[in-house]
């Protein structure tokens, strides 16, 4: 499905959401990826959901990536006598293993893990930070606090802890069971929670077997220490502003996320910005203007990217949510500035003929009259260079591997057209000219660019690049067999 933007939309699903009719809508508004969010609904609904999804990519013949989203370890207190208990700041506050129903001075904290890595002078923060709290004294079975930042505590209210690196795995035994449902439905993309450290990738990717993309959640401050490690062993990233709001001060946030992009579109993977978009959608169907702005900043830097939560899966106007988000983005990407800014981070030094390839093809797409690069891959290797580049005419990633177009369809700028499996490039050439016309990119008097890798079918080739007239009869007047 064509789009009038580069940059990709992600939506949840959840309960205003999840029909075959709203999904289609959704998709149609400009979905281009569906995120099924494995902390809410039980397997069986989430299979549904899979479902409707792959039924509306067959009925409007549209490639749609799946990610799926682990829930990753929660660490929560447990229960009060009086169901809340309001937290005085300098009063005292104990966290222990007593399962016995809290009260104003104290709750139990069923995970000994965390207090295994306590020391005295760290945070402990709860309920999305409100609370905050700060350990005085502890031991393998408590941790004696003293109120900085009241407020109302409540059952099973969630607690981070951003001081210490937690002697946790990132995939609790919910995650491991979700992770082996979601690969055996044929979800594009695997996303990961709780990352601190690039062996949490590792050790999912062991898991996955091949089946899912992963991308990692930067929402913890070790990943962010660790992010380039972290990087180098994952195929995408969404940095979860929410999470890193709560355990960094809220104004390191935008200097991260500026970072994080670049050093994503360096590597040649997506990056998707998440968390509190629209926020407001939620419940009014018109944005706040901040709102706008945090969403246009994210498209300025270069995110792949951007993605709704609770706007499209809890919301009132879902479908208005998806409609602003894409209205925003065709804004600013039809401004000046957003190409120079875009032309001003282009920093990649590449070394492989890959490389050469695809930044070539966007220096004479962007210099000569050239409606659309076409790039045939296999692995999807070649379309997400092709995106590095963030070239100024449309990209058409054509594959024979349906996997490999839904999980492009992530990617910053690609459209994903399914072609026969080839063996000659007359073959590819011909077809290229045909998809570029059909997806209205170009006409029979355009030219396009392709490039493809010789032998055919082999990824890690792309050795070809090839400026063609998107008139079948030139091409097999002028093309040897």
Known sequence: MKRQRNVKIVATLGPASD?????????????????LNMSHGTQEEIRIKHGLIRQVEEDLDSPIAILADLQGPKLRVGNFANESEDLEVGAAFRMDLDPADGDASRVCLPHPEIFAALQPGVALLVNDGKIRLKVDDCGPDFANCTVIAGGTISNHKGVN?????????????KDLSDLEFACSLGVDWLALSFVQRAE??????DLVKGRAAIMCKIEKPNAVDRFDAILAVSDGIMVARGDLGVELPVQAVPPIQKRLVRKCRAA????????QMLESMIESPMPTRAEVSDVATAIYEGSDAVMLSAESAAGQFPVKAVQTMDRVAIEVEADPTYAQIIAASRNVKGTSVADGIVAAAREIAETA??????????????ALLTARER??????????????????????GCTCVMTVELQRFKGAVVNAARAARAEGFATESDQ?????????????????????????RLIYRTDPE
């Open 200 to 205: 949490d990738v590792t050790e999912a990717r």
């Open 161 to 173: 802890v951003p001081d210490v690196e937690l002697p946790l795995a990132a995939l609790s035994e």
């Open 391 to 412: 070239p100024g005419v449309p990209i058409i990633a054509m594959t024979s591997l349906r996997g490999t177009a839904r999980r492009l369809a992530l990617s910053w």
């Open 369 to 382: 009259d050239i409606k659309a690069i076409c790039c045939f891959t296999q692995s999807g290797t070649t």
């Open 268 to 275: 040649a993977k997506p990056v998707i910005v998440a968390t």
């Open 448 to 472: 396009i660019v392709i490039t493809a890798g010789v032998p055919f079918n082999v990824p890690g080739t792309t050795n070809i690049l090839r400026v063609a007239p998107c008139d079948e």
């Open 19 to 35: 029909s075959y009719d709203m999904i289609r809508s959704l998709h149609e508004a400009g979905v281009d990826v569906f995120r």
